[in-house]
């Protein structure tokens, strides 16, 4: 059995391992070399092309931050979990095994913790390797290789931006000249005095590298979905026209991505039972391609020893310490929509779990079996919306991950549509939604008790965010985009971890994450994020987000 005896694990020892100094861990996004400025002509091909696919390949790596043996170590998909797990829809147990716990009592802005230091270092150093590839394939429009791979090099580096931009400065409309994250570039000469960039510099760096990705990879179908087609390039530049607020020019953008894409929404019958996780899927853009052999380098570092709750070699199922969605949110899906099966009732019921077995327990009985050192037994809310790649009960960790998917494309297309004065983007919300979720669905009667229909619509389509999308790493970038204020419980007896039970308004300054001590150590010009303090148990219990009311 390669899972360990939990119960030997101390409480003191969990919190060191969790939480550890990472001062001395190896700067990542240092000074450039001469080397790296080096004659580009004189680079081996092959070595070239494999710096390229590397490019991609450590979206989801384990251990490939830190280099140690750190289960919440795993690169892009350990960012969007712990994006969630800092907002309302997502929590996990207040437990002594949880490495995410950071998140949940939001002590994640301490400078010197792991877990902040990983989110900040993931972009940067795919960053590094973009730059690099730039660097290695010059400008060249005669060469159609090297046009291509600079162009999935900007768009890599344009999301690498995006992925850390909401999270240092609130949103871009209101917050523009103020200050957000250093840009690096492949002609940033010295990264240890790089001051942070205003968000509508970042911006403008995000859509200079979108703008040449849409015009080169247009027509582009990679063999695999782990590159940047011309659909991905512009699927990323409709999120950046929504984080923009130009919402007309992000409904173009979703829809081009749709029809670019070929891509189909996943219908009921798809979703009725537990999925997203295999990249070959008919309704993913682009997603992280994790073979065998990267889920062994460290099978305890992936998705599937998190947020899926079906590994038999997992830090979620062996120790209990599973991803649930906020009850609140829960009960505002209705019981025709598919959705609903993604997480289990308050009775541990779930019709996804119908066609389902592990060790001799089959269905709803999934929820209370219990192996030794593999499986506790599920609670109420737990998630069952992603399954196994190899099976449920595998101990072969190799999910993919969906960085992309048609039906976010999809509420981006009709939110653009909507918030640009096209009422046709209430059609596209509700085709959507009754077609493929939720077949009673009525966005009529949705609004009609709202007391501002025109706010009561904006609530209903972030409601449809926060569902479609739940645990895939959106929840707090939507919230800093649409200035809403985060709301986790209504009264001491929701079920939500007593000391993670807090609600905090949109605009305080402790919502933006702190640089790492190794950033600032190393780039003298950065001036901190400053203000605010950790939220207290209990904080604001009267603060309401209009979806969840």
Known sequence: MKLINFSTITLAAVAITACNDVNTAYYQGGTLTEEQLGDVNNAIPERAEALFTGMFAMMGEPNGCLGGSRPDDYGFIMMAMSNDLEG????????????????????????????????????YKQMKIANDVLRNYPEDLTNPNNTNHRAQARAIRA?????????????????????????????????????????????????????????????????????????????????????????????????????????????????????????????????????????????????????????????????????????????????????????????????????CSWGGATGDDIALLEIDDVKFKMDKYTNV??????????????????????????????????????????SVLENFVKTYRDPSYDLNSKLANAIDPTEGLNNEIWFQRRVELWGEGFGMSDIMRLKKPIVRFHSANDPYPAAFQFNVEYGDPYTLLRFPQTEKDNNKAIVDNQGGSKPSAGMNPNLRDGVTD
């Not at 993913?284 to 990267?294: Q, R, Y």
Request: glycine content about 4%.
């Open 385 to 426: 919306k992603f399954g196994m790649y190899s099976g449920i009960g595998s101990e072969i960790n190799d999910n993919d991950w969906p960085l992309m998917r048609v039906e976010e494309m999809i509420l981006i297309k009709a939110e653009g549509l909507i918030k640009s004065g096209d009422n046709s983007g209430m």
């Open 159 to 355: 999301f690498d931006l995006m992925s850390l931009a909401y999270a240092f400065q609130f949103n871009y409309v209101d917050h523009m000249d103020d200050p957000c994250i250093p840009i690096v570039t492949e002609h940033t000469l010295d990264a240890a005095n790089n001051p942070r960039a205003t968000v509508k510099e970042v911006y403008e760096q995000i859509l200079e590298d979108l703008n040449y990705a849409c015009e080169h990879l247009e027509n582009y179908k990679p063999s695999n979905k782990n590159e940047v087609s011309g659909a991905v390039a512009y699927g990323l530049r409709a999120r950046a026209y929504l984080a923009m607020e130009e919402w007309k020019k992000a409904a173009d953008d979703a829809t081009k991505a749709i029809e670019l894409s070929g891509c189909q929404p996943a219908s009921i019958p798809d979703l009725q039972k537990p999925a997203f996780y295999d990249i070959e899927d008919k309704n993913w853009l682009w997603g992280v391609d994790m073979t065998t052999k990267m889920a062994n380098t460290y099978p305890w570092a992936t998705c599937c020893s998190w947020i899926v709750s079906f590994s038999a070699d997992s830090y979620s199922a062996a120790t209990g310490t599973y991803v649930h969605i906020n009850k609140l949110l829960y009960d505002k899906i209705s019981s025709t929509d598919v959705r609903k099966g993604w997480w289990l009732d308050e009775n541990l019921h779930s019709d996804n779990l119908s066609q």
């Open 88 to 123: 309302p829809d997502a929590w996990m147990d207040d437990n002594d095994y949880n490495w995410f716990s950071t998140c949940g009592e939001w002590s994640s802005r301490n400078a010197n913790y792991a877990n902040p230091y990983i989110r900040y270092i993931a972009p």
